[in-house]
């Protein structure tokens, strides 16, 4: 029969003193913050992950998608119309990028490099 400690202190219950069951409790809620600030992750942080994960995959269509994402969080963020530009001249979607150019152009009024 394996034994763990969690499952050693749930059997044994109330008979173990309170310091023990108190330092339990902590590390349970330590751990429980832990994993949740780990998975914790920012909308536009996802979608640059994705877009980047999608981009190691070759799989065009769903970077896009997640380019496009990330324009709707930050729509007058003129860095991200800049890459989805590049993201179409690199992809052969000449117009669309040329396009998104001179957007870029626009939202920056010119001073970008």
Known sequence: MKVNIENSVNWLGNKLPEDILIA???????????????FKEA?????????KEYQILRDVKNEEMML??????????????????EFCLSNGIQKKGEEYL????????????
């Open 68 to 85: 496009k994402n990330r324009i709707v969080l930050a729509p007058t963020d003129w860095t991200l119309w800049q890459q989805y530009a």
């Open 24 to 38: 339990k409790e902590n590390y349970k809620q330590d751990r429980d913050q832990l994993i949740h600030r780990s």
């Open 102 to 113: 001179h957007r870029v152009a626009t939202l920056c009024g010119g001073n970008y490099s």
């Open 43 to 51: 909308e536009a942080e996802k979608y640059s992950r994705l877009a």
